[in-house]
């Protein structure tokens, strides 16, 4: 473990912690269906053959949570608001008393609207598919923002549309599972639409802090022959610029936007609502990607499946630690890809927060956590030394929690959580990052 403290941060810098409302929150039979309650009924979907249905049962024990927090020391907490809760009868009530309870404590909340967890009646209706999904999103939104505005001061629109768009309707390693491959373009724009939607309704309810937190890193060519480097930049173009140039720039990269439903007018009239200007960028960063010409063959790493056909592979980095995830860890690209968006976007980026960075690994004295979150803050710092903005940063995760098609078998917490027992013990990393906040400030 590393022993040199962690260089000091600008004054008003934002130390936080994510979660999601699918993965900790249980008490599924208090709010609707969403997607992922279907796909985790379906057999083989999850590896362990787990569901959340009541997953960390932060629904009741959301106290306990926010006392865990208090402890820490965090300026804020990222958490998200189920858009099937919210359907539900007292649903906002919840987000009512944690909103409070969070800030008794002095710890700002931070909600994401969107983090994957579609309601079922909103996708059999065709969910993000459809147009008035959009449409939907914005009313929903609405209806929170006029219920938690008067004390959330800070707002995230959607989570990681890239791979909920990949994940979830390209490939169906996720919920909805569906593998439309490249028809899924149309579910990225759509969640772009209501981005920019949300962003309507929350600046219409009086919000004046908001961001959207997409993930990103690094694209590396497996090497420099002309095909790696194509089927590179084009990776590079699905994953990172498809969900960003459309924010920051208010077009799609070329060659994309002729994919997409409705003609160019139809496009450049939406292009103006996903534009809407943003007070912040939020990143989420793993780790960056190999990527060389198509093999021909299905490929299987750190737990992504991709089939045969795509025009791209995925390959491995050698020669750095991986987490338990097979998860290179490489906090130097959170550096470089940091630097190379200030270059690409220029004035048009707004401040960043990183949303998410962690990692998954075992055990309570959980040394190799404490590792990297300490080469990422040192690579984040760097950034900061280079001239981008950076105004916060989030570690994933507050808890242990349901990890997806991974179920539980992955552990990406601060805080240890006995699923059969629900016992909350923080690990080593969570008095490790405790100390570093308090010695900065």
Same mark, same amino acid.
């Given at each position: 473990?590393?022993?040199?403290?962690?260089?000091?941060?600008?004054?008003?810098?934002?130390?936080?912690?994510?979660?999601?409302?699918?993965?900790?929150?249980?008490?599924?039979?208090?709010?609707?269906?969403?997607?992922?309650?279907?796909?985790?009924?379906?057999?083989?979907?999850?590896?362990?053959?787990?569901?959340?249905?009541?997953?960390?049962?932060?629904?009741?024990?959301?106290?306990?949570?926010?006392?865990?927090?208090?402890?820490?020391?965090?300026?804020?907490?990222?958490?998200?608001?189920?858009?099937?809760?919210?359907?539900?009868?007292?649903?906002?009530?919840?987000?009512?008393?944690?909103?409070?309870?969070?800030?008794?404590?002095?710890?700002?909340?931070?909600?994401? =609207?969107?983090?994957?967890? $579609? %309601?079922? /009646?909103? *996708?059999?209706?065709?969910?993000?598919?459809?147009?008035?999904? !959009?449409? &939907?999103?914005?009313?929903?939104?609405?209806?929170?923002?006029?219920?938690?505005?008067?004390?959330?001061?800070?707002?995230?629109?959607?989570?990681?549309?890239?791979?909920?768009?990949?994940?979830?309707?390209?490939?169906?390693?996720?919920?909805?599972?569906?593998? =439309?491959?490249?028809?899924? $373009? %149309?579910? /990225?724009? *759509?969640?772009?639409?209501?981005?920019?939607?949300?962003?309507? !309704?929350? &600046?219409?309810?009086?919000?004046?802090?908001?961001?959207?937190?997409?993930?990103?890193?690094?694209?590396?060519?497996?090497?420099?022959?002309?095909?790696?480097?194509?089927?590179?930049?084009?990776?590079?173009?699905?994953?990172?610029?498809?969900?960003?140039?459309? =924010?920051?720039?208010?077009?799609? %990269?070329?060659?994309?936007?002729?994919?997409?439903?409705?003609?160019?007018?139809?496009?450049?009239?939406?292009?103006?609502?996903?534009?809407?200007?943003?007070?912040?960028?939020?990143?989420?960063?793993?780790?960056?990607?190999?990527?060389?010409?198509?093999?021909?063959?299905?490929?299987?790493?750190?737990?992504?499946?991709?089939?045969?056909?795509?025009?791209?592979? =995925?390959?491995?980095?050698?020669?750095?630690?991986?987490?338990?995830?097979?998860?290179?860890?490489?906090?130097?690209?959170?550096?470089?890809?940091?630097?190379?968006?200030?270059?690409?976007?220029?004035?048009?980026?707004?401040?960043?927060?990183?949303?998410?960075?962690?990692?998954?690994?075992?055990?309570?004295?959980?040394?190799?956590?404490?590792?990297?979150?300490?080469?990422?803050?040192?690579?984040?710092?760097?950034?900061?030394?280079?001239?981008?903005?950076?105004?916060?940063?989030?570690?994933?995760?507050?808890?242990?929690?349901?990890?997806?098609?991974?179920?539980?078998?992955?552990?990406?917490?601060?805080?240890?959580?006995?699923?059969?027992?629900?016992?909350?013990?923080?690990?080593?990393?969570?008095?490790?990052?405790?100390?570093?906040?308090?010695?900065?400030?």
């Amino acid at each position: 473990m590393a022993t040199n403290p962690i260089p000091q941060f600008p004054a008003g810098f934002l130390w936080g912690v994510s979660t999601s409302a699918h993965q900790i929150e249980g008490a599924a039979d208090r709010r609707e269906p969403s997607v992922w309650d279907a796909f985790t009924a379906e057999p083989g979907r999850v590896k362990d053959g787990s569901t959340a249905a009541v997953a960390c049962d932060h629904y009741h024990r959301h106290r306990e949570d926010v006392t865990l927090l208090a402890g820490l020391g965090v300026d804020a907490y990222r958490f998200s608001i189920s858009w099937p809760r919210v359907n539900s009868p007292g649903g906002l009530g919840f987000y009512d008393r944690l909103v409070d309870e969070l800030c008794a404590v002095g710890v700002r909340p931070v909600p994401t =609207l969107f983090h994957w967890d $579609l %309601p079922l /009646a909103v *996708h059999e209706r065709g969910g993000w598919r459809e147009r008035d999904t !959009a449409a &939907r999103f914005a009313e929903y939104v609405s209806a929170v923002a006029g219920r938690l505005g008067d004390r959330v001061t800070k707002w995230i629109t959607l989570n990681e549309p890239a791979e909920h768009t990949l994940l979830g309707h390209a490939l169906g390693i996720h919920a909805p599972g569906e593998r =439309l491959l490249f028809d899924a $373009l %149309p579910v /990225a724009h *759509h969640q772009l639409l209501a981005h920019g939607l949300a962003v309507r !309704a929350l &600046r219409a309810a009086g919000a004046a802090d908001i961001g959207i937190a997409n993930s990103h890193g690094p694209t590396w060519p497996a090497s420099r022959e002309p095909a790696d480097v194509e089927a590179a930049e084009f990776y590079d173009v699905l994953l990172n610029r498809l969900f960003c140039d459309p =924010l920051l720039l208010g077009h799609y %990269p070329e060659g994309i936007g002729e994919l997409l439903p409705g003609g160019p007018a139809d496009i450049e009239a939406d292009l103006e609502v996903i534009a809407e200007p943003l007070d912040w960028y939020g990143i989420n960063y793993y780790a960056p990607v190999r990527v060389g010409a198509p093999t021909g063959t299905e490929i299987e790493l750190g737990g992504l499946t991709l089939p045969a056909g795509l025009p791209f592979s =995925l390959r491995q980095i050698k020669g750095c630690p991986v987490t338990d995830f097979g998860w290179p860890v490489v906090p130097e690209g959170l550096t470089e890809l940091l630097t190379g968006f200030r270059r690409r976007y220029a004035d048009r980026l707004p401040p960043v927060v990183i949303t998410e960075n962690g990692c998954s690994y075992e055990g309570l004295d959980d040394q190799d956590r404490i590792a990297y979150l300490d080469g990422h803050l040192r690579a984040l710092h760097r950034a900061v030394a280079a001239g981008v903005d950076v105004r916060g940063y989030f570690v994933w995760s507050l808890l242990d929690n349901f990890e997806w098609a991974e179920g539980y078998a992955r552990r990406f917490g601060l805080v240890h959580v006995d699923h059969a027992t629900q016992q909350r013990t923080p690990k080593a990393s969570y008095a490790w990052f405790r100390d570093v906040l308090r010695a900065q400030r």
